[in-house]
Antibody, heavy 114, light 112 residues
Framework: EVQLVESGGGLVQPGRSLKLSCAAS????????MHWIRQAPTKGLEWVAS????????YYRDSVKGRFTISRDNAKSTLYLQMDSLRSEDTATYYC???????WGQGASVTVSS | DVVLTQTPVSLSVTLGDQASISCRSS???????????LEWYLQKPGQSPQLLIY???NRFSGVPDRFIGSGSGTDFTLKISRVEPEDLGVYYC?????????FGAGTKLELK
């Protein structure tokens, strides 16, 4: 069974950092590009970042460029999102998903507040 | 950035009715390789989004044939024939042709 499980969410103060993880199982992780997608409370979906299967190429939305870093460890079948200099507008549920969109995690809640 | 405009914002239907959702793009979504990276997702209340349609018109595994995606270039449509209770939720179109990737604002399908 294909499974993506996010972890690492929580409450953090503005300006601080948080690192999300997404553990993959049930498929050959190293064959897939991956996305991070977020959803602010009561809002729609917003693409955040993507990474190629090898990790050699990464892509970000403008509002997180220079603050967020997407990475992966194919040996551990795990995707990461390092979030620095967090802002209140980063408050959201963060989902990891395969680049084909055929598998999504259950989401990790991130709240940025003092 | 590519803007995806979904209409209507909400759709009230009777079970068994047909529903139609439009997704219009500010730019053509045909990539240089000839493929159109346009997908449709359904997010049911309290759940993660689930893939319905990829490449404009290809139903994902297990998706009933009541769901039909169509369109090209900048105009796309998702039709749901004979709406069933499990079809209720918010539908999103998504484009992965142009960086940054973008979602439509969503269409909420609810019972009349």
């Amino acid at each position: 069974e294909v499974q993506l499980v996010e972890s690492g969410g929580g409450l953090v103060q503005p300006g601080r950092s948080l690192k999300l993880s997404c553990a993959a199982s049930g498929f050959t992780f190293s064959n897939y590009g991956m996305h991070w997608i977020r959803q602010a409370p009561t809002k729609g979906l917003e693409w955040v970042a993507s990474i190629s299967p090898s990790g050699g190429s990464t892509y970000y939305r403008d509002s997180v460029k220079g603050r967020f870093t997407i990475s992966r460890d194919n040996a551990k079948s795990t995707l990461y999102l390092q979030m620095d200099s967090l802002r209140s507008e980063d408050t959201a549920t963060y989902y990891c998903a395969t680049d084909l969109g055929d598998a999504w995690g259950q989401g990790a809640s991130v709240t940025v507040s003092s | 950035d590519v803007v995806l405009t979904q209409t209507p914002v909400s759709l009230s239907v009777t079970l068994g009715d047909q529903a139609s959702i439009s997704c219009r793009s500010s730019q053509s979504l045909e990539y240089s390789d000839g493929y159109t990276y346009l997908e449709w997702y359904l997010q049911k209340p309290g759940q993660s989004p689930q893939l319905l349609i990829y490449g404009v018109s290809n139903r994902f595994s297990g998706v009933p044939d009541r769901f039909i995606g169509s369109g090209s270039g900048t105009d796309f449509t998702l039709k749901i024939s004979r709406v069933e209770p499990e079809d209720l939720g918010v539908y999103y179109c998504f484009q992965a042709t142009h960086d940054p990737y973008t979602f439509g604002a969503g269409t909420k399908l609810e019972l009349k």
